[in-house]
């Protein structure tokens, strides 16, 4: 059985880590500062105590204040997950770090996520929409997209 | 005197053969050698995520049918359970079995199709295929005793299944059961020893243990490439921790253990619907569960071994009778994420076959 990580115990270990990197934890997730979530990801894929080296899924979602980005990581040797997200407030140019140089995984993810949330994620090789056409205006899946 | 030479770009598809949809990929050639490759999606893109959004939760359960077709019934159970699991929902003992009993024989039709069409990509033109239809139109048959479908069956609710089995179901399966074994010794029989089968697929297309796991891969490719990890055992959903059964783990990674595990996944699928036939209880198939769901404020993320990989939903709700957010993990276009290196130095003939043994399906790809 996959183990979850309780958020709290998990967020007090990446603090010690990666300082002033917290923006909120509960028992389900981490919510951790967009400046330093290279750092964060870094710090739980290499760190032998998460060893999280698989991130199954990466999805955003738009609660019209802020948007938010969702990692589920998991890892295939001690069968344990957490759930990390960030937030980002600026609607006009929301950007996002890459971790694509971490988990490969995220390319395309990520291309969907631009594509249809509309996030840029910087340090991204190619950061071009993956489903529609080059040229189609607006992001879909924004909630404020009629 | 020097002949000057320059890369070829070629597009394969959208309208293709051997690409299983509108599947496009720009291929950079020198000579017949692969230098560069580049997906292009988005032929099939049907925005379900959006639409998901302006229906109600068991509205949704339709959709999900349209990701990946060849295993609807599989996509219906990862989004019902994920809804059930954000709203607390307890399903009836008959319906978990039965949907596990339809989730395995999705997968049996699933792996038929993908070894099938993966040699038709070999260039065994349609007579492999032909031999797994025959075995897979008897899985459509029953399915349509079931719930009167071919294709899009839409056939799990929440809280449950929308009907029992009918008395001629359980008979039928177990004749098939108990026939399958021999029909996939038949094949082995004509492919597994096979020398061009080998030839072309032994070390061809090879995705390194590493690199499987860095880029996500999950299901027979993960495992091909020799990393232990089934969802059914890492982390058993519905009733899975009942069943005995083996995971068959690949070692080289090559378009052969692809295939071979597919093979090897069908046994173990058998194992499990024996097993479930035997324990199957006698109650209800669906739970009381209201018309329209309203599942508490809150957030889920559901995976399941679907045939294919690992199928994730991605559910957000805000106590309304539909889906703030509906995200699904695509376990084929995550895999389809290794192509360009796996194929990069290998000729284009080799580019369609290790296409193939990904097998993929657009519908979920595009979504």
Known sequence: MTVRLNGEEAARKIASACPDSIVSADKD????????????????????????????????????DYFEVVYNLISLNHNHSLTIKTRCDDRNNPTVPSVIDLWRTADYQEREIYDLMGITFSGHPNM??????????????????? | MVIKTQPFILNMGPQHPSTHGVFRMRVTLDGEVIVDLEPVLGYLHRGIEKLAEGRTYTQVIPLTDRLDYVTSMTNNLAYVLAVEKLAGIKVPERAEYLRIIIAEMMRISSHLMGIGFFLNDMGAMMTPVLYMWREREKLVDLFEMVCGQRLLYNYMRIGGVSHDIPEEFLPALKKFIAEMPKFIDEYNQ???????????????????????????????????????????????????????FDVPVGSAGDCYDRYWIKILEMRQSLRILEQAIAQLPEGEVCANVPALVRPPVGEVYMRIEAPKGELGFYIVSDNSIAPYRCHIRPPELINLTALRDMVIGWKVADLILTFGSIDICMGEIDR
């Open chain 1, 128 to 146: 071009k929409r993956l489903f529609l056409w080059e040229g189609f205006e607006g992001h879909p899946l924004r909630r404020d997209y009629l």
């Open chain 1, 29 to 64: 997730a981490v919510v951790v500062d967009s400046k330093s979530l290279h750092q964060v990801a870094e710090y739980l894929k290499t760190d032998a105590g998460f060893d999280f080296n698989y991130l199954a899924n990466l999805t955003s979602v738009d609660y019209l």
């Open chain 2, 190 to 244: 004509l492919l597994a020893g096979n020398e061009i089968l080998l030839a072309r697929s032994k070390g061809v297309g090879i995705l390194p243990r590493d690199l499987a796991i860095n880029i996500g891969a999950s299901g027979p490719v993960l495992r091909a490439s020799g990393v232990n990890w089934d969802i059914r055992k890492a982390d058993p959903y519905s009733i899975y921790d009942r069943f005995d």
